[in-house]
T-cell receptor
Framework: NAGVTQTPKFRILKIGQSMTLQCTQD?????MYWYRQDPGMGLKLIYY???????DKGEVPNGYNVSRSTTEDFPLRLELAAPSQTSVYFCASSYSITEKLFFGSGTQLSVL | KQEVTQIPAALSVPEGENLVLNCSFT??????LQWFRQDPGKGLTSLLLIQSSQREQTSGRLNASLDKSSGRSTLYIAASQPGDSATYLC????????????FGTGTRLKVLA
C-alpha cells in the first residue's frame, strides 16, 4: 500500500506557465482533497471531490482546476501560474467523512 | 463559517515534561476532529481522530479530548521527548453545514534535551 502519492516533489515555474500536479491513492478512498500551505497560514482547501466525476470548490479555487475521472486519481491543474501560487501543495484522501484523513508528502512549487 | 484556532503558536519545553496543546472551534456541529503532526518539509501524519460522539482518544503517550459544547479539544503529550518536536495541527470536519476539514494554524513544539 503506497497510500497517497504526489508528483512532482519540487517544481519551479515561470509566470504564465501551466502545469499539473498529480495525486493518486490506492486505498479506494471516495473523498479527495487539494490543500495549499503557506508559511504560518495553516492549510487552505483548494478543491475537493466526493467521488469519481464529482468535484467542488474549496476556500481558494481561483487559478486552479481539477478533474476526477477515476477513484484513484485527482490531478490539480494550474493555468497561467502567478507568484501568489508559490506554496506547498498537499493532496489528501479519506474513505468517508468519519474516517481518518491521509496526506501525500507534498509538492513544493515556486513561481518566478 | 467554521474557524479553528490553536494556542500557543509555539512552545518550548524541557524533556520529560507533560504538556497540553489547545484547539478551539467556533461551530460545535462537527462530525469529528483530527490531530496531526507535521515535521519540517514533510506531509501531515494523523495522530488521533475523535468522532463527535466521543470524549477522548488515546494512543501511547498521546491523549486527545473533545468538548463539543465548549468548542474545545486538547492534545496531551506525556513525558515529552526531543523526537516529539514538530508542528501539531488540529482539523475539524463539519460545522457551518460543511463536511470539509478546516485546519488550525498549528502549534510549533520544541522539546529540549
Amino acid at each position: 500500500n503506497a497510500g497517497v502519492t504526489q508528483t512532482p516533489k519540487f517544481r519551479i515555474l515561470k509566470i504564465g506557465q501551466s502545469m499539473t500536479l498529480q495525486c493518486t491513492q490506492d486505498m479506494n478512498h471516495n473523498y479527495m482533497y487539494w490543500y495549499r500551505q503557506d508559511p504560518g497560514m495553516g492549510l487552505k482547501l483548494i478543491y475537493y471531490s466526493v467521488g469519481a466525476g464529482i468535484t467542488d470548490k474549496g476556500e481558494v479555487p481561483n487559478g486552479y482546476n481539477v478533474s476526477r475521472s477515476t477513484t484513484e486519481d485527482f490531478p490539480l491543474r494550474l493555468e497561467l501560474a502567478a507568484p501568489s501560487q508559490t506554496s506547498v501543495y498537499f493532496c489528501a484522501s479519506s474513505y468517508s467523512i468519519t474516517e481518518k484523513l491521509f496526506f501525500g508528502s507534498g509538492t513544493q512549487l515556486s513561481v518566478l | 463559517k467554521q474557524e479553528v484556532t490553536q494556542i500557543p503558536a509555539a512552545l518550548s519545553v524541557p524533556e520529560g515534561e507533560n504538556l497540553v496543546l489547545n484547539c478551539s472551534f467556533t461551530d460545535s456541529a462537527i462530525y469529528n476532529l483530527q490531530w496531526f503532526r507535521q515535521d519540517p518539509g514533510k506531509g501531515l501524519t494523523s495522530l488521533l481522530l475523535i468522532q463527535s460522539s466521543q470524549r477522548e482518544q488515546t494512543s501511547g503517550r498521546l491523549n486527545a479530548s473533545l468538548d463539543k459544547s465548549s468548542g474545545r479539544s486538547t492534545l496531551y503529550i506525556a513525558a515529552s521527548q526531543p523526537g516529539d518536536s514538530a508542528t501539531y495541527l488540529c482539523a475539524v470536519r463539519g460545522g457551518s453545514g460543511t463536511y470539509k476539514y478546516i485546519f488550525g494554524t498549528g502549534t510549533r513544539l520544541k522539546v529540549l534535551a
